[in-house]
């Protein structure tokens, strides 16, 4: 397990989906992000306390978690000094990325030499079955997206945060580096061999209490040509019993893509409701996750309207507003 709290890096990122792992992390475990550290050229901003390392290891911070995740997930040459002055600070190391802290012999040198450690939350732990599509007890609801980055974690959070506080029996599953580093265990599912993909996905979510719910973290998008093998894995895989669909109404492109559009809601519905009834003939769409963030309230309660209207389905923000019309939704 890390050590909290922590001092979330943002190093160079330059816009705030490119932060969005610390986003994560200080959106839903707020008790451990005690400040953040930006290095020239940062644009993310998360409304925590600018610290440097002596600052932060002064206040307590016990893990420096890499908070950025650029595309391609890799280590930047420019982050590696902060990186060593923590470890020498004797702060643990944590980081989500494709590229291994592990890989980077300075980090490792170094860490040896403070006696701390490096977390890689991106490198598979168990040896995952190929999936076999068998039906399995319990329910579960999987969040898919129109683009990457849409809110997909944040939706399936909000809803686990709901249905517990109602005293349901739910489980978030977390399949993604920022999703593990919040509750401490899951599948990093885009550095799983595609084979076993699937079987991860089903390891994850196992039998369950019929009234059991698994409320399962979605990545990528099944439109993004980047990302889409991975959605479709958590699809075949997750054997969902329901679908949210997730959207961020003022994208123009699909995100790291200018030369590719976003789908409608509507296409995103029935492609999705295609590819999971090939493991699951009664699956059905619940309701709509819009991120709203970059709406004013009066733009957001016009465009949840109009969508809902539209698509005859529940429409709502749930980090905003909440996940209780999702949640009753599920039936």
């Not at 930006?38 to 600018?50: M, R």
């Not at 399949?175 to 401490?184: H, P």
């Not at 089903?202 to 698994?214: I, K, S, V, Y």
């Not at 040509?225 to 679908?243: E, F, K, N, R």
Request: charge should be negative; charged fraction near 25%.
């Amino acid at each position: 397990m890390l050590k909290t709290p922590y001092l979330l890096f943002l190093g160079d990122a330059p816009d705030q989906l490119a932060a969005k792992v610390a986003q994560g992390i200080k959106d839903w475990r707020p008790e451990f992000s005690l400040g953040q550290l930006k290095l020239d050229g940062c644009k993310a901003e998360l409304g925590l306390p600018n610290m440097t390392i002596a600052e932060a290891k002064a206040a307590g911070a016990q893990t420096l978690v890499v908070g950025a995740a650029n595309r391609g997930g890799v280590i930047s040459d420019a982050w590696i000094a902060t990186l060593i002055e923590a470890i020498e600070a004797g702060m643990d190391i944590a980081s989500g990325l494709h590229n291994l802290l592990r890989d980077r012999k300075e980090l490792v040198d170094a860490a040896a030499k403070a006696g701390v450690e490096l977390f890689d939350v991106r490198v598979p732990t168990v040896e995952y079955p190929i999936a076999d599509g068998k039906k399995r007890t319990g329910k579960r609801c999987l969040a898919v997206g129109t683009d990457c980055s849409v809110g997909k974690m944040y939706t399936a959070l909000a809803m686990e945060k709901e249905m517990r506080a109602r005293g349901l029996k739910a489980s978030f599953r977390a399949t993604g580096q920022t999703g593990i580093l919040i509750t401490g265990s899951g599948v990093p599912l885009d550095a799983v061999v595609a084979d076993f993909m699937a079987g991860a996905v089903e390891w994850l979510t196992p039998d369950n209490d019929a009234d059991h719910w698994d409320l399962i973290e979605g990545q990528g998008s099944l439109f993004h040509p980047s990302y889409s093998g991975v959605t479709l894995a958590l699809v075949h895989g997750g054997q969902p019993d329901t679908l949210v669909l997730c959207h961020e109404p003022t994208r123009t492109h699909m995100r790291g893509l200018p030369h590719y559009q976003l789908p409608s809601l509507e296409t995103l519905r029935d492609t999705a409701l295609d590819m999971a009834r090939v493991v699951n003939p009664d699956v059905k769409v619940i309701g709509i996750s819009v991120n709203t963030a970059g709406m004013s309230v009066d733009e957001a309660r016009s465009y949840l309207a109009e969508v809902e209207q539209r698509m005859g389905l529940p429409a709502v923000d749930p980090f905003r507003d909440g996940a209780a019309r999702l949640v009753d939704a599920l039936g």
